[in-house]
């Protein structure tokens, strides 16, 4: 899915790429069986519109102003999420979403931010304030032809120090390949 979007991507729309990541813990280990998706609300939700006219914009600069740009997920979408996952015994883990290299693609004035797969400032605030114990960032990046992508996962800030970096979690991609013995 971000590929798909991340060809689609021109200077004026980032078109960002979210997903819930719906799974289970156990003791510190995050098991994601599957991803949710949901509509992005900054343009439908009147809650969502003020909070990042109130809040975002103002902590993290204009180019929140772009709708485009950030995600707010939809709250019937998340409800949605939500009662299917505990249906099935699990619970959403937290998200994971896309990083293009919008440093190198998107207009000169937003150029200064160089993206990757680690959290930007903007990023940090969410992960806190939704305290979800993961989250991913896909960082995808095309030098020539050829579509690069790398992948962390990150714990949220404490929140008795919302201001710390967040922790870097350690990944491990299970496959579904039967293994000889």
Request: with cysteine; glycine share 6%.
């Amino acid at each position: 899915m971000a590929v798909g979007e991340y060809q689609r991507i021109t200077s004026e729309t980032p078109l960002p790429c979210f997903a819930l990541l719906v799974g289970s813990a156990d003791h510190a280990t995050f098991t994601v069986e599957r991803v949710a998706f949901g509509r992005n609300a900054r343009t439908t939700d009147p809650a969502a519109r003020r909070e990042f006219t109130e809040s975002i914009v103002p902590l993290f600069g204009p180019a929140y102003e772009n709708e485009t740009r950030g995600w707010w997920i939809d709250s019937h979408d998340l409800l949605r999420a939500s009662r299917e996952a505990e249906a099935d015994g699990l619970d959403i883990l937290g998200s994971v979403h896309m990083h293009p290299d919008w440093h190198r693609i998107g207009p000169p004035e937003e150029r200064k931010l160089i993206l990757s797969e680690r959290p930007t400032p903007m990023d940090q605030h969410v992960f806190g304030n939704t305290g979800w114990p993961v989250n991913l960032i896909c960082y995808l990046e095309r030098r020539g032809d050829v579509l690069y992508h790398a992948l962390a996962a990150w714990a949220p800030p404490s929140p008795e120090n919302p201001h710390q970096p967040c922790a870097e979690l350690p990944l491990r991609i299970r496959t579904n390949a039967a293994v000889g013995v």
